[in-house]
């Protein structure tokens, strides 16, 4: 027996039947180091614990990351692209793969490509889809772009898996979508944040106080940018309390501060927020909105230091009833009459860079407070030239009874042209060419009727156009794009150039250069 024989050959070899570690290990196992499937994932500045499943079809394939909530709105959504150095290789594959066959057979053999690239390129060093397509160009020489990536074609195990979880551990949501689980849980994950900093009035932390510190070495906050980078954690002054200001009494206020907690450190960026009768002073997860709401603050403490100027100013914007009947089908005069008073705050005042301290902060009030008024009176005449088209606009597209599809687009046009707050959400640049704007659709109907096929080759011409800026605006779920907002206000020149060349535009403009502008928007 089997036993027996064992017993007489162990006696001749008694590590007869040992394995050795490299016997032991598998060759197709052999790239399964901590290295290549971590047990921790920095996101959000924080490490987050990492479990790997291997399950086909199970909604834990992959990889999948337990995050915190009070870190959720940090976490990259960059970053988690890359998944770990062992599933890049994997994922690299799986996109080149997506690619047309005319790019796809130039990168060929493809898994040559593949490790090449993953050799190359350093780890979750920018963005994975376009260092990836600046390779796929570079060898292949075709204009490939970014949406030729069909993502939809990826396998759901090659994109990180999120666990959201309370201080407790409970899970409050899960899913492959970070977008997603920070719309459903952003306002909880902002919540908790601001309760770590115990910055958030009346409510307790949400676990034992996080030490709050400005972060060394950055700039104050008149230099807050939403695309502002953490700078290496050290220790600093006490922190700030929540608390009711009518004045800059709080000392310098610095652009970034660090919240530690359980060993580790967030990065907060403080801001003034509006209360109505005084501002308070809270620390957000995210840089693009404390700097919208920074804003909104120092407007409301310079109205507060401004008391009598304004109260003045109130009272005698030029022509206010008029344009407020212009305006009544988008809001109030009371309304009207903030939005211009908060824009020429913000051009007499808020230039950058942000007052940071209480000197620079008397020093725009001291600079800007003769020019107050005439930015005032400026800017009400130009919302009145703006309303008087628009209303113009209004009555013309009533009357005209245009077929459905003009109206449908005329109708869309001056909803984007014309929101509740286009005094202060239009850059004041662009705030001049809006009469022109609204002048070109009175133009366009008036020639409707003489040639209305013309008209609808126009604006299929312009569909392709409109609908690629739009499926991008919502893809950024908000986040500023400046080139994008280049080419919106293209787009407007081009309806001039094709609906009412009459009026001119600035500079040339046609289908080609808006084509040129977006394929170098995708680069």
Request: hydrophobic fraction near 45%.
């Amino acid at each position: 027996s089997f036993e027996r024989w064992y017993r007489h050959e162990q006696k001749l070899n008694p590590k007869l039947l040992h394995l050795t570690r490299d016997e032991l290990m598998r060759h197709e196992a052999a790239g399964i180091t901590t290295a290549a499937f971590p047990k921790t994932i920095r996101l959000g500045g924080i490490d987050c614990t990492a479990t790997y499943l291997h399950a086909p079809g199970d909604a834990k394939d992959g990889v999948t990351v337990t995050v915190p909530i009070y870190a959720l709105n940090q976490v990259s959504e960059e970053r988690c692209d890359w998944l770990v150095p062992g599933m890049l290789e994997a994922k690299v594959m799986a996109l080149v793969k997506s690619l047309h066959q005319r790019p796809r057979s130039r990168l060929m053999p493809l898994a040559e490509f593949v490790a090449e690239f993953v050799e190359l390129n350093p780890f979750a060093q920018g963005p994975l889809l376009e260092t990836l397509l600046k390779a796929v160009r570079e060898r292949t020489q075709l204009a490939v772009q970014r949406g030729d990536f069909k993502l939809d074609m990826v396998a759901p195990h090659l994109f990180m898996n999120f666990r959201v979880v309370d201080e407790h551990g409970r899970q409050l949501g899960t899913g492959r979508n970070l977008a997603a689980l920070k719309a459903e849980l952003g306002g909880q994950a902002r919540s908790a944040f601001q309760a770590l900093a115990a910055l958030k009035t009346g409510t307790a932390p949400a676990a034992p106080a996080a030490a709050v510190t400005p972060a060394p070495g950055t700039a104050p906050a008149g230099s807050r940018s939403a695309k502002a980078s953490p700078p290496p954690p050290s220790a600093a002054p006490e922190p700030l309390a929540p608390q009711a200001y009518t004045a800059w009494t709080f000392g310098e206020l610095p652009e970034l501060m660090e919240i530690r907690k359980a060993g580790q450190t967030l990065i907060g960026f403080p801001a003034l927020i509006d209360r109505g009768t005084h501002v308070e002073i809270e620390v957000f997860d995210e840089p693009a909105a404390a700097a919208v709401k920074h804003r909104a603050g120092l407007r409301r403490l310079l109205a507060l230091n401004l008391k009598e100027p304004l109260k003045y100013l109130e009272k005698n914007i030029p022509d206010l009833q008029k344009m407020a009947v212009a305006f009544m089908p988008l809001g109030t005069q009371e309304e009207l009459r903030t939005q211009i008073i908060d824009v020429a705050l913000e051009r007499a005042f808020l230039a950058e860079p942000l007052p940071h301290d209480a000197a620079s902060f008397q020093a725009r009030i001291d600079e800007g407070r003769t020019r107050l008024n005439l930015i005032a009176q400026e800017i009400a005449r130009q919302a009145g030239a703006v309303l008087l088209e628009f209303a113009a606009a209004q009555r013309k597209l009533k009357d005209a009874r245009a077929p459905k599809e003009v109206a449908d687009d005329i109708a869309a046009q001056l909803q984007r042209l014309m929101g509740k707050r286009f005094i202060a959400a239009t850059p004041w640049a662009q705030l001049q060419h809006l009469p022109r704007y609204l002048k070109g659709v009175q133009l366009r109907l008036d020639k409707l009727r003489g040639d209305p096929a013309r008209d609808a080759q126009r604006l299929a011409e312009l569909r392709p156009l409109e609908q690629r800026w739009s499926r991008r605006v919502a893809e950024l779920k908000g986040a500023p794009d400046a080139r994008l907002d280049e080419y919106r206000w293209l787009m407007e020149e081009l309806r001039i150039s094709f609906f009412a060349q009459e009026l001119k535009t600035p500079q040339p403009v046609s289908t080609k250069r808006l084509d040129k502008v977006w394929a170098q928007m995708s680069m």
